[in-house]
T-cell receptor, first 113, second 114 residues
Framework: DGGITQSPKYLFRKEGQNVTLSCEQN?????MYWYRQDPGQGLRLIYY???????QKGDIAEGYSVSREKKESFPLTVTSAQKNPTAFYLC????????????FGSGTQLSVL | AQTVTQSQPEMSVQEAETVTLSCTYD???????LFWYKQPPSRQMILVIR??????QNATENRFSVNFQKAAKSFSLKISDSQLGDAAMYFC???????????FGTGTRLQVFP
């Protein structure tokens, strides 16, 4: 089955620690995205990538980093510079950058110990 | 900057009845897309329906339909014959024609009672 796989489902971070959230898709989609969701709020864009080896900052990129070395993978690192990392993180992809249809993964809940 | 407003934090409906969720947006653009996404307890986002701003005809997907009022910048979602499985958070979203960025509202939690 084609789809987007996010792992782990739950992740805990110690203070000062970097953690990496995984996002893999086998849909052969060109564009991939990372969103953050806080309670009572909609999704906010962290980073997005339209092609391999290229990515752009979204609205709330500070404290996060990404890479796009392979078409199917778009990992997100939450660095120690992100002071309020507790949130639900959703990865998404689309067949091409200007496609209006996004496919979402099942998300990762990140909490701070 | 574009904004999306959902003024109903919670709504409820009885099974088999009809409910309408409200969404307004602010933009100076003339070409854009509008979406309704459903987020069930599993938390995975599911596209319910989308509307292209240049189309006057309201989009319909089975029991889901929209009332798109471009001049009023309003984009409401009507769910007919509500089912228990419709219970979820519903998010309205906006996307410009020329960008990849989706702008989401804060969501409406829909409860469906038997």
């Amino acid at each position: 089955d084609g789809g987007i796989t996010q792992s782990p489902k739950y992740l805990f971070r110690k203070e000062g620690q970097n953690v990496t959230l995984s996002c893999e898709q086998n849909l052969n989609h060109d564009a991939m995205y990372w969103y953050r969701q806080d309670p009572g709020q909609g999704l906010r864009l962290i980073y997005y990538s339209q092609i391999v080896n290229d990515f752009q900052k979204g609205d709330i990129a500070e404290g996060y980093s990404v890479s796009r070395e392979k078409k199917e993978s778009f990992p997100l690192t939450v660095t120690s510079a992100q002071k309020n990392p507790t949130a639900f993180y959703l990865c998404a992809s689309s067949i091409q950058p200007d496609s209006e249809k996004l496919f979402f993964g099942s998300g990762t809940q990140l909490s701070v110990l | 900057a574009q904004t999306v407003t959902q003024s109903q934090p919670e709504m409820s409906v009885q099974e088999a009845e009809t409910v309408t969720l409200s969404c307004t947006y602010d933009t100076s653009e003339s070409d854009y897309y509008l979406f309704w996404y459903k987020q069930p307890p599993s938390r995975q986002m599911i596209l319910v329906i989308r509307q292209e701003a240049y189309k006057q005809q309201n989009a319909t997907e089975n029991r889901f339909s929209v009332n798109f009022q471009k001049a009023a910048k309003s984009f409401s979602l009507k769910i007919s014959d509500s089912q228990l499985g419709d219970a979820a958070m519903y998010f309205c979203a906006y996307r410009s024609f020329n960008t990849d960025k989706l702008i989401f509202g804060t969501g409406t939690r829909l409860q469906v009672f038997p």
